[in-house]
């Protein structure tokens, strides 16, 4: 499918993605056991990442992505190759080349659970970095990380009315804490186990989908007094929102993410720390994944279900559409006087506290993977690539020059890895080196270090960046001022600099003033509808109206808002125009 054409499914807007494997899989039964409860939270205090996605499985690259080769010289050696790495090229169909490059990376595998992904080492890798990152920055602000049950009490989504509506129909329920066996079944070829009807549950569970409910419940047990605030905790947990069409690290049913939650004494605290996490998420979007966003404000429709305000990041991505990357909301009071959070003033009088939120997920490797890569694989910035750098010898005839080809590179991987640069040394000396540049280009690896005879003569490795450009030479020893380490740190700058002017021009190209219907109109049938700036004066009906009528949304209401010129009316509503706000496609 062209993305050209913007082929849609199920009125959704959204370009056609492949359609899930045709091998039939049955649906998991939502009375599920505590064990099964249990497993998950074992498998998570284990560090294993299982996470839904999409059915990827139908999307592996042509033949799967296999290397096959033969160590040796001669003809042996050029035998080797890497078979069925193919990735359909984005001008071709930009849906497949999201799930091949996904696939051909190595960034996740499938699970035995219908819909489920395993994120594999280098997937799982990219969520560390992100967490490497923010967590610091989270502490700075005072807060403290936490664990929250997986499991929720049904009772306790119910007290906020608006929170349980916008999650209902994503629950994953809980109904019975135990298995049986079954008598006979292996005779008979059936199941072994079932759910043990007796075991039916007082009152059911939800699988976590977010956790302000528990939090709050939580908070009222353990907030008194004004010298309790502010209370601010945070948590790095998997979520489960049952999603029916899934798409990885986007939108799948079960994902990583991280949530806080904050109480206050006064709004104006609660809405700053709101807007200081928000601050932090464009500092890690914009300045560390070197995304091209838009800081702004959701309008009344799309604000987070039980907030008063949520604050947005919005990424554009090389193919004009926007993802919400991270969000941050101002509660108000809804949350505490829906679990009766109250706290004796200075005064010694009660008053209910205040109260924000906000997380990022996994659906950021996503935003990042359609940001920044091309048809040949991942391009990563340098912060969350698993691995920053890797150091190709190249094959010797003579032994003794391959073992000191060997014992340079190794070196040259002990002085980097002391500097905190994250190292891989190929020393698959009997493949070609196009076979092992290919392999380390597709999956994202920001530098590459070639080391040959003559190199080793120099002193020095050859430097490419995955952004392209000349080859340079990296000396392989020297001081702190004048090694390799200070050659390399400086090389990944450069390369994160190239990502953040590529994010920035990307910017300027696809965001378009909007003056008149017939221009959004023609704009949105273009191949690359971009984002679409409009001095909007609809109201709420106005905007379901739009996203009934063009599968386009408002995405947000820019911070950084102009002088809006007198008498502007809006182009879409014909009513004065009161703000400026970005509509766009969105995955």
Not at 464 to 480: A, W, Y
Request: with cysteine; net charge neutral.
């Amino acid at each position: 499918m062209s993305h050209s054409k913007r082929r849609l499914r199920g009125g959704s807007g959204l370009p056609a993605w492949p359609e899930p494997s045709s091998r039939k899989r049955s649906l998991p039964v939502l009375g599920l056991a505590t064990a099964v409860g249990a497993a998950a939270v074992a498998l998570l205090g284990s560090g294993a990442a299982f996470l839904c996605g999409s059915h990827l499985g139908s999307r592996l690259p042509r033949g799967g992505s296999r290397l096959v080769a033969c160590r040796g010289k001669g003809k042996a050696a050029k035998e080797a190759k890497w078979e069925g790495a193919t990735i359909t090229p984005r001008s071709e169909d930009w849906s497949a080349w999201y799930l091949d490059l996904i696939a051909a990376s190595k960034l996740v595998d499938d699970a035995p659970v219908r819909g489920c992904k395993i994120l594999m080492p280098d997937g799982f890798a990219l969520w560390e970095g992100i967490q490497r990152l923010l967590d610091p920055k989270l502490k700075e602000m005072g807060v403290q990380n936490a664990y929250f049950p997986l499991l929720i009490p049904v009772s306790f989504l119910s007290k906020e009315a608006s929170h349980v509506d916008g999650f209902a129909k994503e629950c994953a329920v809980v109904t019975h804490h135990r298995l049986r066996s079954v008598a006979n079944a292996g005779e008979k070829g059936g199941p072994l186990v079932e759910v043990d009807p007796e075991s039916k549950l007082a009152e059911p569970y939800v699988v976590r989908p977010t956790s302000e409910t528990v939090v709050w419940h939580m908070y009222g047990k353990w907030i008194s007094s004004y010298r309790d605030l502010p209370m601010k905790m945070n948590q790095w947990v998997n979520v489960m929102r049952w999603e029916m069409r899934t798409r990885p690290f986007l939108r799948s049913a079960e994902f990583l993410w991280q949530e806080g939650h904050t109480a206050h004494a006064t709004r104006d605290e609660a809405d700053a720390q709101a807007r200081q996490v928000l601050d932090a998420y464009v500092w890690l979007a914009q300045d560390e994944l070197c995304m091209p966003l838009v800081p702004g404000r959701k309008s009344n429709n799309e604000r987070f279900a039980g907030a008063d305000e949520t604050y947005t990041i919005e990424a554009l991505t090389q193919n004009g559409m926007a993802i919400q990357a991270g969000t941050s909301h101002f509660l108000g009071q809804n949350f505490a006087k829906a679990f009766d959070v109250t706290y004796l003033n200075d005064e010694q009088k009660s008053e209910y506290v205040w109260a924000s939120s906000w997380g990022v997920s996994t659906r950021l490797i996503g935003a990042v993977i359609m940001v920044h890569s091309d048809d040949d694989g991942l391009v990563l910035p340098p912060a969350i690539a698993a691995t920053q750098v890797v150091i190709t010898p190249f094959y010797a005839k003579d032994p003794e020059q391959q073992a000191a080809l060997l014992e340079a590179a190794a070196m040259l991987k002990d002085r980097l890895v002391a500097a905190g640069i994250r190292v891989h040394l190929d020393d698959r000396v009997g493949l070609k080196p196009g076979i092992k540049f290919f392999e380390w280009e597709q999956r994202g690896v920001p530098l590459r270090l070639e080391l040959g005879a003559r190199d080793l003569e120099q002193g020095i490795a050859l430097g490419k960046l995955r952004t392209g450009g000349d080859k340079f030479s990296v000396p392989l020893s020297g001081d702190e001022n004048g090694g390799p380490a200070e050659a390399v740190s400086a090389a990944l700058a450069r390369l994160k600099g190239e990502l953040r002017e590529r994010a920035e021009a990307l910017r300027e190209r696809l965001t378009f003033r909007i003056s008149s219907r017939e221009d959004f109109d023609a704009r949105i049938k273009e191949r690359e509808p971009g984002m679409l700036l409009i001095p909007w004066g609809g109201d709420d009906d106005d905007e379901d109206r739009i996203k009934d009528e063009t599968s386009v949304t408002l995405r947000c209401y820019p911070l950084e808002q102009e002088a809006m010129p007198e008498g502007q009316v809006c182009p879409l509503t014909g009513k004065p125009s009161r703000l400026w706000a970005i509509f766009a496609f969105s995955y």
